[in-house]
Nanobody, 123 residues
Framework: QVQLVESGGGLVQAGGSLRLSCAASGRTFSSYAMGWFRQAPGKEREFVAAISWSGGSTYYADSVKGRFTISRDNAKNTVYLQMNSLKPEDTAVYYC????????????????WGQGTQVTVSS
């Protein structure tokens, strides 16, 4: 069992930056692939970024590639999402998730989810 708690969301102007954190409980964090997803009002949850258990492989949605960076610190049981050059269309609730198998773009492959943190980008 893994519990995930996101933090770091907030209100930022377009062009600004935020860093989201996702703290995980449990001693097996380093064995999980981790992902970030987001969901805007009236839209389906969409993939943002994912990272392998070792941190050696990362994956990004085309819409955030070059602007967002996913990373993890297994010693701190934490995964991060550094978001730069934010746009109003990045506004959403951001969720982190843990996958017991591999890093994946499909939300239904993930086993554990956090409660989400709101990111609002004003124009």
């Amino acid at each position: 069992q893994v519990q995930l708690v996101e933090s770091g969301g907030g209100l930022v102007q377009a062009g600004g930056s935020l860093r989201l954190s996702c703290a995980a409980s449990g001693r097996t964090f380093s064995s999980y692939a981790m992902g970030w997803f987001r969901q805007a009002p009236g839209k389906e949850r969409e993939f943002v970024a994912a990272i392998s258990w070792s941190g050696g492989s990362t994956y990004y949605a085309d819409s955030v590639k070059g602007r967002f960076t996913i990373s993890r610190d297994n010693a701190k049981n934490t995964v991060y999402l550094q978001m730069n050059s934010l746009k109003p269309e990045d506004t959403a609730v951001y969720y982190c998730a843990a996958d017991t198998v591999v890093a994946d773009r499909r939300p239904y492959e993930y086993d554990y989810w956090g409660q989400g943190t709101q990111v609002t980008v004003s124009s």
